[in-house]
């Protein structure tokens, strides 16, 4: 149903850098980019994720209560993404690991800008 969330930054290099390494991760690459939006997917006809410059002109600032969760596939992708996230600079929310029942498994972290994000997997 989601289509592509957007995070706002005010340092829209920095972000892109910090993006095109961690989604490389999942073999996630950039399929459209402008001077104002940048955003990348494993596939175009996959949800994606982007960067973008307000539009309003005025600065970006986060969301308190949003977050954009990740779906990979294993536990193991989990952590290398969670791991890449944290070499990057991002900031711990919660390292990955089990969380509640039903096999759910995720790692939490907030990028340069201050976007809080989860990549997870079910079943691991």
Not at 3 to 11: I, P, W
Not at 22 to 48: C, H, N
């Amino acid at each position: 149903m989601i289509g592509y969330v957007t995070l706002g930054t005010n340092h829209f290099e920095r972000a892109a850098q910090f993006y095109d390494s961690l989604l490389g991760v999942i073999g996630a690459k950039r399929y459209m980019e402008s001077d104002q939006f940048i955003a990348w997917a494993v596939s175009p006809t996959q949800p994606s994720l982007g960067i973008i410059k307000p539009y309003d002109g005025n600065a970006a600032t986060v969301g308190n209560g949003v977050m954009v969760a990740l779906i990979v596939d294993s536990p193991a992708k989990v952590d290398a993404l969670y791991n890449k996230a944290i070499e990057l600079g991002g900031k711990d929310e919660g390292p990955a690991g089990p969380r509640g029942g039903g096999g759910f498994y995720a790692g939490y972290f907030r990028d340069l800008d201050g976007n809080k994000l989860n990549v997870f997997c079910m079943g691991g």
